[in-house]
Nanobody, 116 residues
Framework: QVQLVESGGGLVQAGGSLRLSCAASGIIFSINAMGWYRQAPGKQRELVAA???????NYADSVKGRFTISRDNAKNTVYLQMNSLKPEDTAVYYC??????????WGQGTQVTVSS
C-alpha cells in the first residue's frame, strides 16, 4: 500500500507565494515520475508540473516562470514552489506519483485560494 499526503495549501493574496509538499509512504522501492495537477470548480483536472526520477521537468504554459517543481528522492517527496500567484491559480492541487508495481497513486488534494 502506498499513500501520498499533501500539505502547504492555504489562502494567499495575489502576488504571494506558497510551497506545496507531497510525501509518499508505504512499501516503496522507487518512484518514477511525480507531478502536481489542479482542478478548479467547473473545470477539468489539468497538469501543472511534472518531474522524472532523473530530474527532468515539464510545466503547463500558464505557470512557466512562476512555479518550480522539485523532488527529494531520499524522502520520497515532491515539492511545488508557487510564486507570483494569481486568482486564476485557485484550485484544489493534487499530487501524483507513478510507481513500479503500484502504478499511479494520487493524494487527497489541498486547497489553494488566491484572493485578488
Amino acid at each position: 500500500q502506498v499513500q501520498l499526503v499533501e500539505s502547504g495549501g492555504g489562502l494567499v493574496q495575489a502576488g504571494g507565494s506558497l510551497r506545496l509538499s507531497c510525501a509518499a509512504s508505504g512499501i516503496i522501492f522507487s518512484i518514477n515520475a511525480m507531478g502536481w495537477y489542479r482542478q478548479a470548480p467547473g473545470k477539468q483536472r489539468e497538469l501543472v508540473a511534472a518531474i522524472t526520477s532523473g530530474g527532468s521537468t515539464n510545466y503547463a504554459d500558464s505557470v512557466k516562470g512562476r512555479f518550480t517543481i522539485s523532488r527529494d528522492n531520499a524522502k520520497n517527496t515532491v515539492y511545488l514552489q508557487m510564486n507570483s500567484l494569481k486568482p486564476e491559480d485557485t484550485a484544489v492541487y493534487y499530487c501524483s506519483a507513478n510507481l513500479p508495481h503500484w502504478g499511479d497513486r494520487w493524494g487527497q488534494g489541498t486547497q489553494v485560494t488566491v484572493s485578488s
